[in-house]
């Protein structure tokens, strides 16, 4: 029988169904002829110490019980449960590969993982904690018990539904407790317009239409301050009959709603509800510094990833996913301003950001084009490791033979629309609307067997783009059958994966810039990308190829990659804790820059001077791990010689 991600040394296989224990729950629901059924299907399996039972993303057709020994459940570099005898595990690989085009959901648990419905959940693995062996039951032998059993039937797949359920209940429960501790700064303010208690209605009319404001703010003679909204405009002249050359100060209210900057968000909708009011007044220091308003409020709180994904459902037009896109920012703002991990953040960025490519796509293509075509994402966003929008990187696999002579206006509306939702175009044309991306599977295989086989520069970038590719909407077994094509044809050529590891040391990373030289460059930026981040994707990324590894996440392979001998454990466990850290701090430097310009391209310039101390610290730490990761590199790829 097949058995996804065989280990290094495959285990041994029996049907000796002996120690299978039919009194746990749900096996006791079973019949004596039922029990008999399934003892003749099961298989048994082998593990040694430290062998990966599940991992990657290749398909299982088991579910396995544990019957001695012990099984850790990971979740990245975290361990996520340990199953012992009679638990059991497997079962979202069994059925949740089906669902197609995510990283997530081929390895998983009754226990939990990925986030359903096409999430991105990051792939749990199973690895063997001591040695141990598990009972194997065939998806064939489960299905039919489930048939021929209904209780039994609803105790598994109905246990695994519920708990999918709880997983994603309590991811959104977490995220909804982020976002009701968001603070009013975080929110649109509009500017405080201001006139003097002696200006005229007129006057305050006319200073309202100018600034496009709903309201101004008054000076009284006493010092007070009041209000006068628009609402009370018309109020006052068309159904009190206040002549327009009234003064204002009399007529307004002085019995302002304030509420500090940094009070909640959840606050303010607290005042405005009790109040009956739809804007309240915000103070910095004791000075009014704006107001917010109730849309404004209710924008940030309705930037849960669910209400943003009921968006995309039912967007009819690319307008619609262009609104949806825009909400992004303002929840990646607030996640990461209530100290959510950039990981929880990336995996949210991810899924959406899928979503709304796959429904525009839905929008452009008819379904035959659907049907023979598979919309893939590269770079960052097929890794699941984007934040803000930074350039395309996709592209399109069509079944061999298939000829739809829309095509190239489809794929320039796809992208162009991609842009005015604030992705912008690749500077190196990958993206659909550029025909060398969008072809034939046996085009693209060609294309393959050059980039190894005739390895330049930007063949190698080519190659390393595409490595880590990831299906978004269509068919994506055109993906699978590519991304196989790639993986078959990779020989043991040490001047291949020499050339295809050396961009790891194309960028300086600093040594002395915390030293000395710090004190004499304090205000220069960093380019935290080329410094840190590229040298740990790339150099992960060319040790993941070498070992035909299918992961396309940087923490996953380094993970896969210390599971099978690849790298020293201390030094994984560093790698990814590193690059947690870098993309925290190139996150923050990013929302902390003015809301207009984080909708533009990452820059990813960081200022030492202006990190806090903590940061700075763990930078300098970073950086070095860095240099020592490169060396190893170099050491192992031979790059010096």
């Known amino acids: 029988m097949q058995h996804a991600s065989p280990p290094p040394s495959p285990p041994s296989q029996g049907t000796d169904p002996a120690g299978f224990d039919f009194a746990r729950a749900p096996f006791d629901l079973l019949t004596a002829a039922q029990r008999e059924a399934l003892a003749d299907a099961l298989d048994i399996g082998l593990y040694p110490r430290d062998t990966a039972i599940l991992s990657r993303e290749e398909p299982v057709d088991a579910l396995f019980v544990v019957l001695r020994g012990s099984v850790q459940e990971r979740r990245g570099g975290e361990v996520a449960a340990v199953h012992g005898p009679g638990d059991r595990f497997g079962l979202q690989a069994l059925y949740g590969s089906s669902r197609g085009g995510g990283r997530g959901e081929s390895a998983g648990s009754t226990g939990g993982g990925g986030t359903g419905g096409g999430g991105t959940g990051r792939i749990r693995r199973f690895i063997a904690a001591e040695d141990c062996a598990c009972h194997l039951i065939p998806r064939a032998a489960l299905e039919a018990l489930a048939a021929d059993n209904p209780a039994f039937g609803a105790a598994v797949l109905g246990d695994f539904a519920q708990r999918m359920r709880d997983l994603a209940a309590e991811r959104s429960d977490r995220e909804m407790a982020a976002l009701t501790m968001a603070r009013i700064r975080q929110a649109y303010l509009h500017p405080p317009l201001f006139v003097e208690g002696t200006a005229s209605l007129r006057e305050a009319a006319e200073a309202m239409r100018r600034n496009r404001a709903g309201s101004v703010l008054v000076r009284g003679g006493d010092g007070r301050t009041g209000i006068l909204t628009g609402t009370d405009l018309r109020d006052r002249v068309v159904l009190d ?10 007529l307004a209210r002085y019995d302002l709603l304030a509420l500090d900057r940094d009070d909640l968000l959840f606050n303010a909708l607290v005042l405005m509800t009790r109040h009956a009011v739809r804007r309240i007044v915000v103070t910095e220091d004791g000075a009014i510094v704006g107001l917010l308003g109730q849309s404004d409020l209710l924008a940030v709180l ?3 990833s669910q209400v943003i994904g009921v968006q995309v459902e039912h967007a009819a037009a690319p307008e619609d996913l262009a609104r949806a896109s825009r909400s992004i ?10 100290g959510v991990r950039v990981s929880f953040i990336a995996d949210l960025v991810t899924e959406l950001n899928r979503r709304i490519f796959r429904k525009l796509y839905e929008l452009l293509a008819p379904p035959e084009l659907l049907a023979n075509s598979c919309l893939i994402v590269m770079g960052s966003e097929g890794r699941g490791e984007q934040l803000l929008k930074t350039d395309q990187d996709n592209g399109l696999i069509l079944r061999d033979g298939f000829d739809f002579p829309e095509l190239p206006r489809i794929a320039a509306d796809f992208s162009r629309h991609l842009i005015s939702f ?14 060398d991306w969008t072809r034939p599977l046996a085009g693209y295989k060609d294309a393959i067997f050059g980039w190894i086989h005739r390895p330049d520069e930007a063949a190698q970038m080519n190659l390393a783009i595409f490595y880590d590719a990831a299906p978004v909407a269509g068919d994506p077994s055109l993906l699978a059958a590519a991304k196989g094509y790639l993986l078959g044809r990779l020989q043991d050529n040490q ?6 590891a050396r961009p790891t040391l194309s960028f300086d990373t600093p040594s002395g810039l915390f030293a000395a030289l710090f004190e004499r460059r304090r205000a220069e930026p960093v380019d ?10 790339h150099g992960v990324r060319a040790l993941a190829l070498e070992r035909h590894l299918a992961e396309t996440n940087t923490v996953e392979r380094i993970q896969l990659l210390a599971e099978v001998g ?3 454990r201390k030094m994984a466990a560093d790698l990814a804790e590193a690059f947690t850290i870098l993309s925290t701090i190139r996150l923050k430097a990013r929302v902390d820059a003015p809301e207009e310009e984080s909708e533009l391209a990452i820059d990813n310039l960081v200022h030492p001077d202006r990190l806090g101390k903590l940061d700075r610290d763990q930078f300098k730490d970073c950086l070095a791990l860095v240099k020592s990761f490169k060396e190893l590199i170099a050491h192992h790829f031979r790059l010096n010689h």
């Open 329 to 338: 920012v303002a929840l990646i703002r607030t996640l990461h301003a209530t």
């Open 302 to 304: 309705s930037n849960h």
């Open 241 to 250: 009959g206040h002549p327009a050359g009234a003064p204002v100060g009399p």
């Open 528 to 537: 935290i990308k080329k410094a840190g981040i590229f040298p740990i994707v």
């Open 422 to 435: 604030g992705y912008p175009p690749c500077p190196g044309g990958i993206m659909l609307s550029n025909p």
């Open 566 to 568: 690849a790298l020293d």
């Open 495 to 500: 001047m291949f994966f020499s050339h295809f």
